[in-house]
């Protein structure tokens, strides 16, 4: 299942058409998870999009391309460790993209180092991305795993095409760092209990 959303993520082309200009700040809830993002203008915030609960699809290109941001919680609790086994959790990943791309004829162009950063309001976000080659195009993908308030970890992955980069990079940056985890009524009432 991961397989197929993956290759369908690599593959968002002009499926929603633009209604309504998107510029403000959305609050989504997935289960017991509740988190707020600020949706840039002209992007849509499909729910359910091919299997990611939540998505950010930017607006089409002549090339029929989008950028799109996929948010799946990944649900860690307390004293899991994200990344705690460093390279072996590296080599895996990179090994999953290799595979991956050797199933669709795929090339990997190159890795990004693995980063450990923090933002306002996220303790620990866990980045590595790659550039690739498909027969349909080039795309640069990023995994990041986030934190949020200790202990519920986020699957962030990103894919942009290449062309579009230059700007939509620093869009997605932008955007992810307006994402803030509230917390639930049942995390509210366990730090009421201690």
């Known amino acids: 299942m991961f397989l197929l959303k993956t290759l369908l993520f690599a ?17 989504f809830k997935i289960g017991e998870d509740r ?19 939540v998505s950010l699809i930017g607006p089409d290109t002549a090339e029929g391309r989008r950028t799109v941001i996929g948010i799946t919680p990944a649900g860690a609790s307390d004293d899991e460790k994200v990344f705690d086994q460093g390279d072996k959790d590296i080599k895996a990943y990179i090994a999953g993209r290799e595979a991956w791309l050797e199933q669709f004829d795929g090339k990997s162009i190159s890795y990004d180092s693995y980063q450990k950063t923090k933002w306002e309001g996220i303790e620990e976000a866990h980045t590595l991305g790659y550039h690739y080659s498909l027969p349909t195009g080039k795309f640069y993908e990023r995994s990041i795993f986030i934190l949020c308030n200790g202990r519920r970890l986020y699957h962030v992955k990103s894919l942009v095409p290449t062309d579009q980069e230059k700007t939509d990079n620093k869009i997605v940056d932008e955007t ?18 201690q």
């Open 176 to 193: 992810l760092k307006t994402l803030k985890c509230t917390k639930t009524v049942a995390q509210k009432s366990r730090e009421k209990k």
């Open 35 to 53: 988190f707020t993002i600020d949706v840039p203008k002209d992007w849509q915030s499909p729910l359910d999009f091919y299997g990611f609960p």
């Open 11 to 27: 593959y968002v082309f002009a499926i929603f058409p633009i209604t309504e200009a998107d510029a403000a700040i959305k609050e």
